[in-house]
């Protein structure tokens, strides 16, 4: 048995039986001194001091407050171990306190802090050591936490008695604010019990300024009413009615008491008086906690109509050496180039963002991002997507086939070298908690000290300039060289994303890197270029490479948000998404059953093309695609999207004025023609002399003239002079066409 500090041990035996915290071993003075974690509250145990406990408390508490813990016991060391050699004492271990799943409010941050600032004289084992050999107690120490923190001596006491009980550390001062409340515990108002809770009406808040305390009209939901509300739910069978017809019926069945006969002798309820039942809302929170949720939806419905098309489907679904991959710059600048827009080319977008990540160690391109946002660390985030995610996904994403340059393919670097704004964010340090072992930052406003990242982004400029649309050379000297036309650009954000593409390519595969070889790389033939460099230093074991999973670079460096899920199928941003998952799920299903819900996703800014949610009780994400119905196409941007639904906007007021000018309109021509109808009607009326035919009379007359049907409708055995007309009219056609045929010359 150990009887080291902050050890918890347990006696069998003896007149000290119980359990003990051991706060100081002294081999030297044969004594160790304990505190009892369990203080017996027998008769005959001293007293705790303070006024006498009341038999009934008048205000009893659920759960009663741990007594404090103060009492230092200072017994034989030699006989401790005794008994932990015969089995009568040994060490026992307590289970840490959990922190809230929360962040703490303001509040309950400086309660925590007071805390830590009290119970400092305790964690420090020196000064807790001195305190209790002064006084063979803690009188000193609690004045020393007293003046420290500004707390009363009973809640010193306190954070002494929670470092005793759940072991000297900061952990054990966690609060348990998290705890309280009870939810879901029912909470019923009965007589001479807990009043009704929430804000008084009008009748009660006027009554009480004028001194008079009247009772609520509707009073709270008893134990009594919540039982016989739901005794009366389970006699109506299912598929229960609608809530108003339910309520309804519960009322009837369990709450009308009282009848009066009427004079033909039948019996009829008398009418309830108010605040004799329960109303509709709470009735329907009685159902609501009551009955679980899916119990709810079975009720709604036969058992053979759930289990045929509503039941749950039953199922599962199943890396620092200095080298190549190890140490990664990232940078961004303003793209010397003018783009137009994917919906409507005749659109101009201005200049891009572009992000580049390169390999400190082999020079090669690792990464590049495009977008239309000023630099942020959510864009570099998206830069190091693109990046560490497999080159095919991030080529289908934007469209175009990737050439593996670099083998084996970049994974996430040890370390990140960014810039200083980037660096200090709160978003950065989060991502690197989560994915970047190490980061660091270059000095700012100095690019000439940030390496190669910033002269590959004058390479790829200078590259374009010559021949490519719309390019800009903002870094000339000569001011009348800076041409800024931007109605030349003709290149889209994704079109110029495939030229950066073969920018990198060409790079990585031809870039001269021969004073980076040394005599052994030369002997074997080491292609002197970034690609090559990082093919050998990968292949002598001098690379860095780690496992990353697909789900930690999608949730830690996508942007987040929240897809809706309805009853006709997955949408984001007003675009429809799809997944046979979801189909199998019958998530489509559920909405129409439940209503709608929000499920949280990642997207991907450069592309509509996709989403990604967590799978629902499972690992891994979903992938979600754009669906080929959808209202927008795979090419299209995020901005573009968004800038072409606020551009839409901008002339909803016109649009709708001309479409009621045209509904007025047509609605003044259809009033014309009745009227102008209804006027010819009347006069032929006035007009008609003799008798009148029938309605067949008078519809084979119409039809005699051609008005209604065509000649193909008529029957087969009716020959009159329409079918010989039209037998002439067929024949000449014939004749003519088969003239046509012939260079327009017609045989006899």
Request: one cysteine or more; hydrophobic letters at 35%.
């Amino acid at each position: 048995m150990d009887l080291i500090h902050n050890v918890a041990i347990r006696i069998t035996t003896g007149p000290f039986e119980g359990l003990y915290r051991v706060l100081l071993d002294e081999p030297m003075l044969g004594r160790t001194a304990l505190i009892r974690l369990d203080p017996p509250l027998t008769a005959g145990s001293p007293s705790r001091g303070g006024r006498k406990r009341l038999p009934r408390p008048t205000t009893p508490r659920k759960k009663p407050r741990a007594p404090l813990l103060a009492a230092v016991l200072w017994l034989d060391r030699d006989e401790l171990l005794n008994q932990g050699d015969s089995g009568q004492a040994f060490n026992v271990e307590f289970e840490a306190r959990n922190a809230p799943s929360h962040a703490l409010s303001e509040r309950s941050a400086a309660h925590y802090r007071n805390r830590q600032i009290a119970a400092a004289p305790f964690l420090d084992l020196a000064t807790l050591r001195d305190g209790l050999l002064s006084t063979s107690g803690i009188a000193n120490l609690i004045q020393d936490a007293m003046k420290a923190s500004g707390l009363s001596r009973s809640a010193v006491y306190n954070v002494f008695s929670l470092l005793c009980r759940y072991g000297f550390s900061e952990r054990s001062l966690i609060l348990g604010h998290h705890r309280c409340g009870a939810p879901g515990e029912p909470r019923p108002c009965d007589p001479a019990g807990r009043k009704k809770a929430g804000r008084k009406t009008t009748r009660q808040r006027v009554a009480r300024a004028y001194g008079i305390l009247l009772p609520p009209d509707q009073p709270g939901t008893s134990a009594q009413w919540r039982a016989l509300i739901l005794a009366a739910d389970r006699k109506i069978p299912a598929p229960k009615p609608p809530m108003s017809q339910r309520v309804t019926r519960i009322i009837d069945s369990a709450f009308v008491k009282r009848y009066r006969q009427e004079p033909d002798g039948t019996l009829v309820p008398a009418d309830l008086e108010r605040g004799s039942y329960p109303n509709r809302r709470q009735i329907r929170q009685v159902l609501e906690t009551g009955i679980p949720r899916l119990q709810r939806f079975i009720d709604a419905t036969t058992k053979g109509h759930y289990q045929r098309a509503l039941r749950g489907l039953r199922g599962c679904s199943r890396q620092g050496a200095a080298g190549p991959g190890h140490t990664w710059a990232i940078d961004s600048t303003v793209g010397d180039i003018y783009l137009r827009s994917s919906i409507n080319r005749a659109w101009i977008i201005g200049r891009p963002i572009v992000y580049i990540i390169v390999d400190v160690w082999s020079t090669a391109v690792v990464g590049y991002y495009v977008c239309l946002m000023g630099p942020s660390w959510d864009m570099a985030k998206l830069a190091l997507f693109c990046a560490g995610s497999d080159p095919a996904l991030i080529g289908d994403i934007w469209g175009y086939q990737p050439l593996l340059t670099l083998k084996p393919a970049p994974t996430l670097c040890a370390r990140l070298l960014c810039d200083r704004g980037e660096y200090l964010s709160q978003a950065a340090k989060q991502t690197g908690i989560e994915l970047l072992p190490s980061e660091s930052y270059t000095p700012p406003y100095r690019p000439d000290m940030k390496g190669l990242v910033e002269v590959l982004h004058r390479i790829a400029k200078d590259k374009q300039y010559p021949f490519t649309p719309g390019a800009i050379d903002a870094r000339r000297a000569e001011y009348e060289l800076r041409r800024f036309n931007p109605n030349e650009a003709a290149l889209t954000v994704r079109e110029f994303v495939h030229l950066l593409d073969v920018h990198f390519t060409e790079y990585n595969l031809t870039a001269p890197r021969d004073g980076d070889l040394d005599a052994h790389m030369k002997a074997e033939g080491v292609a002197p270029c970034p690609a090559g460099l990082w093919h050998w230093g990968h292949a002598v074991g001098m690379g860095y490479r780690r496992a990353v999973s697909k789900t930690d670079l999608v949730t830690e460096l996508l942007p987040s948000a929240n897809a809706r899920i309805r009853r006709n199928g997955i949408f984001f941003a007003g675009r429809h998404y799809e997944s046979e998952f979801a189909d199998d799920a019958q998530w489509s299903s559920n909405a129409r059953a439940f209503g709608g819900w929000n499920i949280p996703c990642h997207y991907f800014p450069g592309s509509v093309s996709r989403l990604w949610t967590p799978k629902p009780d499972d690992t891994g994400l979903l992938e979600l695609m754009l669906a080929d119905h959808s209202t927008a196409s795979h090419e299209l941007t995020m901005d573009e999207v968004a800038d072409a639904e606020e551009f839409y906007r901008l002339d909803a007021a016109n649009r709708e004025h001309e479409r009621n000018l045209t509904n007025l309109s047509a609605l003044k021509r259809k009033q014309e023609i009745i009227a102008n109808a209804e006027l010819l009607t009347a006069e032929a009326r006035e007009g008609s002399r003799g008798p009148m035919p029938n309605m067949t009379e008078a519809r084979e007359m119409e039809r005699s003239v051609g008005h209604l049907e065509t000649p193909m409708s008529q029957p087969e055995s009716s020959h009159g002079p329409i079918d010989n007309y039209n037998d002439a009219y067929l024949n000449t056609m014939r004749q003519i066409l088969e003239g046509m045929n012939n260079g327009g010359r017609q045989d006899d």
